[in-house]
């Protein structure tokens, strides 16, 4: 610790964290998690809170329902310990939305799985030393590094989540009247609203703003990745008159958001949720037997686009909203040309509506 480098007010500060809670080897992992997803709440950030969150209670389960875990009971084979229980089936308890108890069972986690939930808790832990850790003035509060011997293995690259432009189809065209329940109904519907629109995300679905559509236009910035980016993850979309229907029955009366989605969910995660519950039997009904879930119309719009209706790998990337790390000084210098986009969508929809392959 270099004392020059404080003020009277900090070093107080700092002696403070050494005989309180929060601090040192009473650092609790779980408390700062709750509160640095808090934090991600209050910019915006929901969905990386909530990942986020999910990670932080798979370590409560692990530890019995301890809600306290000292950042130094973080170790390499605690890390260890806590895969082999993600690989493993396990009982876990949750309250649902009306205060009860669950218990449900869960299937072991794949590789991808596995790699996701312990990705997280390095981006917490980093985000703690962050937090306590002051390299310039020598404070260091946590001193360990579980992660120097605890190697993250990138899993193998996942299965690719498409549909055949057939198995679409079928979704579009399904009878209304073969569907016995609501939520099948609706699930249905914001599938081909999602797909229609360029495999627009469900977050953004939900957040969309009546003033994010004019002139025949949704332009919106991607909630995902808007904080991480200098274009603010803007993009603009043209609505075919395809989805114009979907857009009209989705409508909210009033208020800011453009759908009534809020009205139906409390937030964009029940409402991804609840969707892909109705997807699954929305699956059953068209004789499709992948694992249904809303990613599917994004992978499947790309897929088609590219090896259907010969887009171009560029195209895509923009229609996605996507940055290529090899491009990124060039995009600072190319103003974005959302025609392009709007050429892809057309002739995606053109080829699995019309049947047209001129392109």
Not at 74 to 91: A, D, G, P, V, Y
């Amino acid at each position: 610790m270099r004392i020059e480098l404080y003020t009277a007010k900090e070093l107080a500060e700092y002696f403070e964290k050494q005989t309180t809670p929060g601090s040192d080897s009473s650092i609790d992992f779980i408390a700062f998690s709750r509160k640095h997803c808090e934090r991600l709440r209050n910019e915006g950030r929901i969905s990386t809170a909530q990942t986020l969150e999910t990670a932080t209670n798979a370590i409560i389960d692990f530890c019995n329902g301890r809600e306290r875990i000292a950042i130094t009971e973080i170790t390499s084979k605690f890390l260890r310990q806590f895969e082999k229980h993600l690989r493993s089936e396990r009982t876990i308890k949750r309250k649902n939305q009306f205060g009860k108890m669950v218990t449900t069972k869960k299937k072991p986690l794949s590789d991808v799985g596995v790699f996701d939930y312990m990705t997280n808790i390095r981006i917490l832990f980093n985000a703690a030393i962050n937090e306590y850790n002051d390299d310039e003035k020598d404070e260091v509060l946590i001193a360990h590094y579980p992660f120097r011997k605890y190697k993250l293995q990138k899993p193998p690259e996942p299965d690719k989540r498409n549909l055949k432009p057939d198995q679409i189809k079928a979704i579009s065209q399904i009878n209304e009247n073969e569907l016995e329940f609501e939520r099948t109904k609706f699930a249905r519907d914001v599938f081909m609203l999602s797909f229609y629109l360029v495999g627009i995300n469900m977050a953004d679905l939900y957040d969309m703003q009546v003033s994010d559509f004019r002139e025949g236009r949704l332009s919106y910035k991607r909630r995902k990745t808007k904080g991480r980016r200098r274009d603010q993850a803007f993009i603009s979309i043209k609505v075919e008159p395809e989805v114009v229907p979907l857009i009209e029955k989705y409508r909210a009366k009033s208020g800011d958001y453009l759908f009534d989605f809020s009205k139906r969910y409390c937030d964009s995660h029940t409402f991804g949720n609840n969707v892909n519950k109705g997807l699954k039997k929305l699956a059953a009904k068209c004789g499709i037997e992948e694992n249904l879930t809303t990613y599917y119309a994004r992978h499947s719009w790309a897929t088609i686009a590219r090896n259907n209706c010969g887009v171009s790998k560029d195209d895509i990337n923009l229609s996605l909203n996507h940055v290529d790390e090899g491009l990124k000084m060039a995009d600072v210098y190319i103003a974005k040309d959302w025609s392009l986009i709007d050429e892809a969508n057309r002739k995606v929809l053109n080829f699995l509506i019309y049947g047209n392959r001129e392109f």
